[in-house]
């Protein structure tokens, strides 16, 4: 039971943070689905995995929301990819995500970690 | 996955490719990397297999985009509405007109004989040629003739516009319509000089003579022309030349 919780908690944190997540990475460069799985496998020390069915709904519905917008693109020597860009919008909700997402953490730090101290 | 776009379907699968030969290009056998991508691969058919949540999603979605463009909206509705107004309409002939049979019992029995001119123009039919054709006839239960024609019925408050028949004593044996009050047609009736008599509809009947049984007999004025109104009959018959096998 205490396995199931767990889990359930690391999946709604997950999807509570994906859009966070995507976001961050395309901020500074366009980057393309698979190079970001791979990017937030890695940065998180394989912590945070997005399955494919998961990863690319998600990339369509921030592109349908204008958040990113994405561009196939051929560079030499590389398989043509859709790349993904933060567009104008996306970077206003990055901003107010970025913050919400710091008061949430340091509102859940002052808590718990008060509790551990 | 059919609802996502193309470019969707088609980045997942590259994906599972570049997963694919990023394992076997760190040395996992490819029964391995099959293995590893196995869990990808069985989401995907998932979501391939749930054809009610995408159908469930593209109605919200449309009701969610109808609702953000009330014009679009109510173009979409006013065209909807037209589009089903016309084709009910169209359709409500279609069945009275050729797909609802006529009233009569034994319609398969009834033929419709016709005189057509050698280019095929249909025409009336001499009265002499029908009395050939009767005195004739071996094969026909009952054989009559009529003709369709516009009546106007004075008398009454307001002179009232009427479709009617020019009809012979056995057109009403022919559909097998029976009186529902008076008396059907003689043959004496057809001859020339003989009393101009009226058969009425229930409809005429309800509307013009208030439902009054004392109506049969009564004479009435059609073109200008007193007749007498002989019987009712419960439906109005359309107008044909008439025979029963």
């Known amino acids: ?117 | 996955m059919p609802e996502w776009p193309r470019h969707i379907n088609q980045e997942m699968r590259q994906h599972l490719d570049d997963e694919y030969r990023a394992l076997r290009a760190s040395g996992v056998p490819h029964d391995d990397a099959m293995q590893r991508l196995a869990g990808d691969v069985d989401e995907l058919s998932s979501m391939r297999a749930r054809p009610v949540d995408a159908v469930n999603g593209d109605v919200r979605f449309a009701l969610r985009t109808l609702c953000k463009n009330p014009g679009f909206t109510a173009a979409v509705i006013l065209t909807l509405a037209l589009g089903i107004g016309a084709a009910t309409a169209i359709f409500s002939v279609v069945d009275a007109v050729m797909l609802r049979p006529y009233p009569y019992p034994d319609i398969d029995r009834i033929m419709i004989v016709s005189e057509v001119t050698r280019s095929g123009q249909g025409i009336s039919v001499a009265w002499a040629n029908f009395q050939h054709w009767r005195d004739q006839n071996q094969v026909f239960e009952h054989f009559g003739i009529y003709r369709g024609m516009v009546v106007n019925l004075t008398g009454g408050d307001q002179p009232e516009r009427l479709s009617g028949s020019l009809v012979s004593s056995d057109v009403f044996k022919a559909v097998g319509l029976q009186a529902q009050v008076g008396r059907t047609f003689v043959p004496d009736e057809d001859k020339p000089g003989a009393p101009r008599i009226v058969a009425i509809s229930d409809r005429l009947w309800r509307s013009h003579f208030n439902a009054d049984t004392a109506a049969v007999g009564r004479p009435i004025t059609l073109n200008g022309e007193p007749h007498t109104a002989s019987r009712r009959w419960r439906s109005s018959s359309g107008g044909r030349w008439s025979r029963r096998v």
């Open chain 1, 1 to 117: 039971m205490q396995y199931i919780k767990s889990r359930m908690l690391d999946r709604e944190l997950k999807k509570g943070s994906a859009e966070l997540l995507i976001l961050s990475l395309v901020e500074a460069q366009p980057r393309h689905g698979y190079d970001l799985s791979k990017l937030i496998e890695a940065r998180s020390g394989g912590v945070l995995t997005f399955r494919v069915a998961s990863l690319y709904p998600l990339l369509y519905r921030l592109e349908k929301r204008g958040w990113i917008h994405g561009r196939w693109i051929e560079k030499a020597g590389q398989r043509r990819r859709r790349y993904y860009r933060l567009t104008p919008t996306g970077a206003e909700v990055l901003a107010s995500q970025r913050s919400t997402w710091r008061e949430f953490v340091e509102a859940i730090n002052r808590i718990a970690g008060a509790e551990n101290a």
